[in-house]
């Protein structure tokens, strides 16, 4: 740490508000026209903007948000990073992400605080057992890292585990990522947006868009709360609000909202060094650099763009985290949050050209939004800065759902949703 940054001056800034740090981007009004318009100051939409920039030389990219960066989804989450999925496609799409995120705080510039401590889905059952099993199988031909756990190395790795032999959840096996981890969500968006801001991107906050310019049949901009902005091509990342958004443009999506909650404990000594994701309850945790137990667990299945969840979900959440480990029960949760989810039926994303031409889609993500956010970004600039697909999010077109082509991670790795 330099003599500018010392924990002195931190504190000095700290008590004076702030006032003598420059700021991280511009904060830019909105021009007449730009050649790239970016719905969503989440993690994807700045990740984009960033990519076409950077990689395909746009000079003119606008990203509109209509509160403040990062404060949707990309800072409701859990933090983890993982590639752990069955399908072909799905793994060349999160482990792109998951290679992106492994370069990202060089590439940027910033500290992203990647924490690549591995990750353990572990099964209880026979059935589950032989769902890990194919996983770590598919993970390995797919050419991603995985190994399948017996329970002795589990019980070795995770000594607060149950070790009870009536326990309701014994674990007999499990499949290891030693890449996945977790990373730093709001230093995620943070770089994202110095790093565009540094290529000319004009990032506006507290501006909603309120329709679409739609000229010829053709998407050729957005409408508004700061007036009219006209865009060759117009990328929507608002994950849990895309097919509200999108009903503004005429378009309906096969997308139900719904609210994922998590939580944190009270901050305590190191005792969990990997993420845990246990498929017979659904619940994953971590601790935090600051000793936090992060947890989370399921979708609440009623539709809801609520960000603040509800106490049975706590429940089942908080009672599934006490039967893996029962030395947590005593300790005190200190607040609780959630995200808005966009749940398709096949339970992976959508990306690539809306039915109205100019206009181009990253959603449908559900649970697994912030791991994707490089990829995400990767592909969307490609879309709208090439107009065509990228051999990676071909896949995930809209039409597979009118062709049958469905990619159903829920059905095959265990994914929550």
């Known amino acids: 740490m330099t003599a500018r940054y010392s924990a002195l001056s931190l504190a000095c800034e700290a008590l004076a508000g702030h006032k003598g740090w420059p700021q991280a981007w511009r904060k830019a009004k909105p021009?007449?026209?730009?050649?790239?318009?970016?719905v969503g100051g989440g993690g994807h939409g700045l990740a984009t903007a960033y990519y076409l920039a950077k990689k395909h030389k746009r000079t003119r990219v606008c990203v509109v948000e209509k509160g403040w960066l990062g404060g949707g989804n990309t800072g409701r989450n859990t933090t983890v990073v993982r590639s752990n999925y069955f399908y072909p496609e799905s793994v060349a799409l999160y482990d792109l992400a998951l290679r992106l995120y492994e370069g990202l705080s060089r590439e940027l510039n910033f500290n992203i605080m990647l924490s690549q401590r591995g990750i353990l889905n572990i099964s209880h059952t026979q059935a589950q057992l032989e769902i890990?099993?194919?996983?770590?199988?598919?993970?390995q031909l797919n050419g991603v890292d995985a190994e399948f756990w017996g329970p002795d190395e589990i019980r070795k790795r995770?000594?607060?585990?149950?070790q009870s032999l009536d326990a309701r959840y014994l674990p007999n096996g499990g499949v290891w990522q030693a890449r996945g981890g977790t990373a730093r969500h709001d230093a995620v968006a943070w770089g994202y947006a110095r790093a565009a801001d540094s290529l000319g991107v004009d990032i506006i906050e507290n501006c909603e868009v309120t329709g679409f310019v739609v000229q010829n049949g053709a998407g050729a901009g957005v409408e508004t709360t700061f007036g009219e902005i006209r865009a060759e091509a117009v990328g929507v990342a608002v994950a849990g609000h895309s097919s509200e958004l999108m009903a503004k443009a005429g378009v309906k999506l096969p997308?139900?909202?719904?609210?994922l909650q998590a939580m944190v404990s009270e901050p305590l000594k190191p005792c969990l060094d990997i993420v845990v994701l246990h498929l017979g309850t659904g619940v994953y945790a971590s601790q935090s650099d600051k000793g936090e137990i992060v947890l989370g667990g399921g979708l609440d299945r009623i539709p809801s763009y609520g960000q603040r969840g509800n106490p049975p979900m706590q429940e089942i959440v908080v009672s599934g985290l006490i039967e893996m480990f029962p030395a947590f029960g005593q300790l005190h949760l200190m607040r609780q949050w959630a995200g808005v989810v966009d749940v398709v039926p096949d339970s992976s994303p959508i990306i690539g050209p809306a039915p109205v031409p100019g206009i181009f889609l990253n959603c449908g993500w559900g649970t697994g939004g912030f791991k994707a956010i490089p990829a995400g970004g990767t592909l969307l600039a490609h879309l709208m800065a090439t107009g065509s697909h990228h051999p990676v999010s071909r896949p995930f077109d809209l039409e597979r759902f009118s062709t049958g082509r469905l990619i159903d991670e829920a059905a095959r790795s265990g994914i929550a949703h």
Not at 32 to 38: C, E, G, K, T
Not at 132 to 139: C, K
Not at 255 to 259: D, G, K, Q
């Open 132 to 139: 890990a099993a194919r996983l770590a199988n598919a993970m």
């Open 158 to 162: 995770l000594p607060l585990m149950t």
């Open 31 to 38: 021009k007449p026209a730009y050649d790239s318009v970016i």
């Open 255 to 259: 997308i139900h909202s719904y609210a």
